[in-house]
Structure formats: structure tokens, C-alpha cells
């Protein structure tokens, strides 16, 4: 079982770095068992680097954060890890330049973390985003009771 955490701190101290982010969601991620995003076989090797997977199938390389919304971000997990936190955390919703100062990132960092984390919460999902699913007006994210299972599937509150 994933870890579960009860303040912001919390998750700072259990979540340091990089690595341990990675770490957290994979448990998270392969909760079930891992699997390879290409192909969904469960012959997945690991790379010494602990980051990098290999699929004894279709051969493809991967990283956890293949065929999720964290895919083609730059924004390290930890962040991403950090912005859920937050963004759970304020139940009215949270301004993208607000999101922006708390976590060092800029503002169109923030708008993209944003969309991102509302589309997840609204599909419950960390599947990757359908090619083309634009919404408008993304400032805020809203304090739906959707948002707690997101939270559920990153850091386990
Ligand atoms: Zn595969």
C-alpha cells in the first residue's frame, strides 16, 4: 500500500526528492501489479537508474509516468505530488498565480498543472489526456468531492 500522509510537511519530509517521488507513485501506479504502458504486459524489467522500465514484450522503454497526465511535463513529480496537496487543500479553489508563488513554478506552469489535476479529478483517472480535450477558463480548480480521489491515488489521504 502507497503511503498516506496527514500534513503538507509530512509529505515534504517523506517525499525529500526526485527519486522518492518516483517511488511513491510507482506503488501508487502498480498498486495492482506493474504493467507496461505500451502494451499492458506484465513482463516489465527495471533499469539500475530505478527510473527506467523495459518491456520483455514489446521491447519499449518507459518511464512510470508513461501514458499518465505527468507524461509530457517537465515539472518533476515531486511537484506535481505537492501541487495535489495543495490544491486538495484549499476547498474553495486555488488561483493559478497562487499555485505558482507556493510552488516556485510560473504561472503557465501552474495553469497547466491545474487543467491537468482537474481533468483527472473529473475522469478519476491518471490516464493520459484524450488528444484534443480543451477546456476553457482553468484559474481555479474547485473543491468537487471528486478531487479527494485523486488525492486518494497520489498520496493516499
Ligand atoms: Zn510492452
Redesign the pocket.
Known amino acids: 500500500m502507497p503511503k498516506t500522509f496527514s500534513s503538507l510537511l509530512e509529505v515534504m519530509q517523506e517525499i525529500p526528492d526526485e527519486q522518492t517521488a518516483i517511488d511513491h507513485f510507482t506503488a501508487i501506479r502498480w498498486q495492482q501489479g506493474k504493467f ?6 506484465a ?2 524489467y527495471h533499469f539500475a537508474d530505478k527510473r527506467t522500465h523495459k ?6 522503454r ?1 518511464s512510470i509516468r508513461a501514458g499518465t497526465i505527468f507524461e509530457d511535463s517537465k515539472l518533476p513529480l515531486r511537484t506535481w505530488i505537492l501541487a495535489i496537496w495543495l490544491i486538495t487543500s484549499h476547498k474553495k479553489g486555488i488561483a493559478s498565480t497562487k499555485l505558482a508563488k507556493d510552488l516556485g513554478i510560473t504561472q503557465k506552469s501552474a495553469w497547466f498543472v491545474l487543467h491537468r489535476l482537474r481533468h483527472a479529478a473529473q475522469t478519476q483517472s491518471f490516464n493520459r489526456l484524450l488528444t484534443g480535450e480543451v477546456e476553457a477558463d482553468e484559474n481555479v480548480v474547485g473543491s468537487k468531492e471528486k478531487n479527494k480521489h485523486v488525492w486518494q491515488r497520489t498520496c493516499g489521504r
Do not use: A, E, I, Q
Request: proline share 7%.
Open positions: 507496461c504502458p505500451h502494451c499492458n504486459s513482463r516489465v518491456c520483455g514484450d514489446c521491447r519499449k518507459s
